[in-house]
């Protein structure tokens, strides 16, 4: 079946129900949840990471609610589980829908481009409801100076007339942590603390949800993160916040259920394609007692395109739309305070231009390298207090960067949840290696020689070229002090192939090879070689001859032990297996050989 003969449109990138339901895009259907987001609060506040369908959510909450729409639902939600268990609020209010990645994040340009999405949404409110309310009404609360006011204008003009509003806010803190990111902490506080319009909005809002008989009947608001919201409400005191409540837990995203309902819908098998998008799109838990497993709905509808356009999966399985730039952690992995008198000695051949690498930057990189760290998940904290190592590692959950994968000593455990985001994580590290002029070598030539080193088995050049790069480049050897250091920066640098599927012993959860280089098949099915890769490190103090051989004698023991290991074995097929050892004296590669597996 091509593209041409589905019954269905992909809704990937659909965010506006109206328009996916009258151009027959497929809708996954979540409306069994609106009544549990009706008995959970009437102030709810939600936090997913990008592209899990927040703004599709709002939009059909807002068709379900608003009583402009009511006529049209029996054809909007035709087929779905609300049409045959609607609630007593069905049509029941006016709806207001604000998108705040619509806001202009530059400081010079944001508090008017707030003010003109309020006023131009409002224009469009008093349109749809123009046989509701008189233009008067209209006119009143277009007249008060600001968004703000105009908003409190409104819910007392609906109190009047015994009408009630919803009140939806998507992306509410998107040009808050932009100004933040891009323009620094004062630019950021000015919006968010003392008189700053934003928190003036909110702290309106608050008040008109808490007035008694107030218009304001129910405010639903999404983001990424629960940070804003603390800076300008000082906590998430105006209603109930969701994000962690195990019941909402499979609210966005997709289940295996709902993967495999959708891809029959398309003439597609999905168990054909289930270990592939488990690796790379699935994972996520947004609850600590993990209930079932969520597929990042964006991934999926990505693969599922080119899947029913071509007959293929796409060229790059990470779509690029999903991408967290690393602009929105720079800001939280530099020193942005003055430097000690002993810091300043020790970093004076550093140019003064360059930023430094502050705590958050090692915290990020040992997550990276253990791939999971153990901590409880804030659900508030300021923009002031992300220095502080549990409200920064709460952050990258909330950004989708890690997700609940059980318990430790009496703790979350939380994990890298897939490929996608381990890819995402390990171009962090190189970002910010980069970026602080810690480590710069050429990606093109390390990218060739990782080419030559899948398809040739010539691997040599590429470690050699990393140990010339590391000899002349001095700041980044600071950050190579022990095997696990080692490991996590060869790691950034081989996860930038495509070619391989690299494992390291911590994703194995111990008793494996330190790393593994197994041929990409599923997207290079030409592939012929693969590696394992057992490193040892001896501190320079240490270091001698006597215990340079003791290393390498246990290094070849374990790669003639490892490479019959199922867990080798399995994804090998055709491959040459390249058993490599690997010996550094502090930060310097002293030893490197290629075992005759052969002759074991």
């Known amino acids: 079946m091509n593209a041409t003969d589905q019954p269905w449109r992909i809704p990937y990138g659909v965010a506006d129900f109206i328009k996916l339901r009258d151009r027959g895009h497929y809708f996954v259907d979540k409306t069994a949840y609106l009544p549990l987001l009706e008995q959970a609060g009437e102030f709810l506040f939600l936090i997913r990471p990008r592209r899990f369908g927040k703004s599709l959510l709002q939009s059909v909450m807002e068709c379900y609610y608003d009583a402009h729409w009511v006529e049209r639902f029996d054809t909007l939600f035709a087929d779905t589980w609300i049409s045959a268990h609607p609630t007593p609020e069905k049509g029941q209010y006016l709806t207001l829908r604000f998108d705040f990645s619509a806001v202009r994040s530059s400081p010079a340009l944001v508090e008017e481009s707030f003010e003109a999405h309020i006023r131009i949404l409002l224009i469009d409110f008093f349109k749809r409801h123009k046989e509701r309310l008189a233009p008067e009404i209209s006119a009143a609360v277009l007249n008060e100076p600001s968004g703000a006011r105009r908003i409190e204008r409104l819910a007392g003009e609906l109190r009047e007339l015994g009408l009630s509003l919803y009140l939806f806010i998507d992306e509410y803190d998107n040009f808050a942590n932009n100004i933040l990111v891009n323009a620094g902490r004062e630019a950021y506080r000015e919006l968010t603390h003392s008189s ?100 990042n709905s964006d991934m999926a509808l990505y693969y599922l395109r080119a899947l029913v356009q071509r007959s293929l999966p796409p060229d790059e399985l990470i779509d690029h739309n999903v991408r967290i730039d690393y602009g929105k952690l720079r800001h939280l992995v530099q020193v942005d305070q003055r430097l000690s008198d002993r810091e300043r000695l020790a970093d004076s051949a550093r140019p003064e231009t360059l930023p430094r690498l502050n705590g958050n930057f090692s915290r990020l990189r040992a997550i990276i390298e253990s791939g999971e760290v153990a901590a409880q998940v804030q659900t508030s904290f300021p ?41 995402l994580m390990y171009g962090y590290l190189r970002d910010g290696y980069q970026e602080a002029g810690v480590f710069s070598p050429s990606t093109y030539d390390i990218a060739e020689k990782l080419n030559h080193m899948a398809y040739r088995g010539d691997w040599m050049p590429f470690f050699d070229y990393l140990a010339e790069q590391i000899a002349a480049q001095a700041s980044v050897r600071d950050f190579l002090a022990g095997e696990k250091m080692i490991q996590g920066f060869l790691l950034a640098w081989l996860n930038l192939s495509p070619y391989f599927r690299v494992f390291s012993e911590s994703e194995q959860a111990g008793g494996f090879v330190d790393l593994y280089l197994a041929p990409f098949y599923f997207k290079f099915p030409d592939m012929r070689h693969a590696y394992l890769i057992e490193l040892k490190y001896v501190s320079r103090a240490e270091d001698s001859p006597a215990q340079r051989e003791r290393l390498l004698d246990e290094a070849r023991a374990q790669l003639r032990r490892y490479a019959g290991d199922a867990r080798v074995r399995d994804p090998l097929g055709e491959a040459r297996l390249n058993a490599l050892v690997l010996l550094y004296s502090g930060w310097e590669l002293v030893h490197r050989e290629a075992l005759d597996l052969a002759a074991t």
Not at 388 to 415: T, V
């Open 383 to 423: 923009a002031e207090g992300l220095l502080r190592q549990d409200n920064f590692i709460s952050l990258i959950y909330y950004l989708g960067l890690l997700s609940f994968a059980g318990e430790c000593e009496g703790r979350p455990l939380l994990k890298i949840p897939n490929r996608t985001v381990r890819q």
């Open 196 to 295: 700053g319009f934003f928190r003036d909005f909110f702290a309106l809002l608050k008040e008109a949800a808490g007035r008694t008989g107030s218009g304001l009947a129910r405010l639903f608001i999404t983001g990424v993160s629960p940070i804003t919201l603390d800076d300008v409400t000082s906590g998430f005191n105006i209603g109930t916040n969701i994000s962690l409540e195990p019941e909402f837990s499979a609210l966005l995203g997709f289940t295996h259920a709902e993967l495999e309902t959708l891809f029959a819908a398309f003439g597609q098998e999905f168990s054909a394609h289930r270990a592939v998008i488990d690796e790379w799109y699935n994972h996520y838990h947004f609850h600590p007692l993990r209930q079932e497993p969520i597929v």
